[in-house]
């Protein structure tokens, strides 16, 4: 049973670069035809998509964030990353990591929350 | 961008209704339509992909259907554990995008 796990930091001060991990059990990030994703939820809103890398290490951004963010894997952890900088109040949410064959996302992290705040 | 329009944003029905959730995309997408439910707290959870395909162990009171632009969701039977905001998501086109929820109580 594929298990995903985010990690990092709760806390992040305007202007500054959010960080997170997510760590995968189950499986392998690098075998497959699968789409590792990040997604956020603000507090009482709704979901939005940030981004995914595929296992061959192809990324896509949603172009709405696509200038701050970066997603990268770590095959040798089995671990794909986010990175978005510049972060603002608004960026203050549940991120969560999620896995897809291309089609519905099956498998999710528990989420985490990033809070923006000095 | 593909606009998803999802309808209601809330409803309130009683334990055995019949509930229907719809969402409209702004351009044909196929049948690449997903339904998620999420509980307060929670990571959504796939009920139905492409359209009207149940993930496995998702009871059968949950249906979809649809193609192109217009897609509906729906519970046959509302049980209490229904309770949840249910998300539809395009899947045809980059950004993937989630409608803007459902919010299903019991009255």
């Not at chain 1, 990353?81 to 949410?93: E, G, I, M, P």
């Not at chain 2, 259907?65 to 980059?94: M, R, V």
Request: aromatic share 10%; charged share 15%.
């Amino acid at each position: 049973q594929v298990q995903l796990q985010e990690s990092g930091p709760g806390l992040v001060k305007p202007s500054q670069t959010l960080s997170l991990t997510c760590t995968v059990s189950g499986g392998s990030i690098s075998s497959g035809s699968y789409y590792w994703s990040w997604i956020r939820q603000p507090a009482g809103k709704g979901l939005e998509w940030i981004g995914r890398i595929y296992t061959s290490g192809s990324t896509n951004y949603n172009p709405s964030l696509k200038s701050r963010v970066t997603i990268s894997a770590d095959a040798s952890k089995n671990q794909f990353s986010l990175k978005l900088s510049s972060v603002t109040a608004a960026d203050t949410a549940v991120y969560y990591c999620a896995r897809d064959r291309g089609s519905a996302y099956q498998y999710w992290g528990q989420g985490t929350l990033v809070t923006v705040s000095s | 961008d593909i606009q998803m329009t999802q309808s209601p944003s809330s409803l309130s029905a009683s334990v055995g209704d019949r509930v229907t959730i719809t969402c409209q995309a702004s351009q044909d997408i196929n049948n690449y339509l997903h339904w998620y439910q999420q509980k307060p707290g929670k990571a959504p959870k796939a009920l139905i992909y492409d359209a009207s395909n149940l993930e496995t162990g998702v009871p059968s009171r949950f249906s979809g259907s649809g193609s192109g632009t217009d897609f509906t969701f729906t519970i046959s039977s509302l049980q209490p554990e229904d309770t949840a905001t249910y998300y539809c998501q395009q899947y045809d086109n980059l950004p993937l995008l989630f409608g803007g929820g459902t919010k299903v109580e019991i009255k």
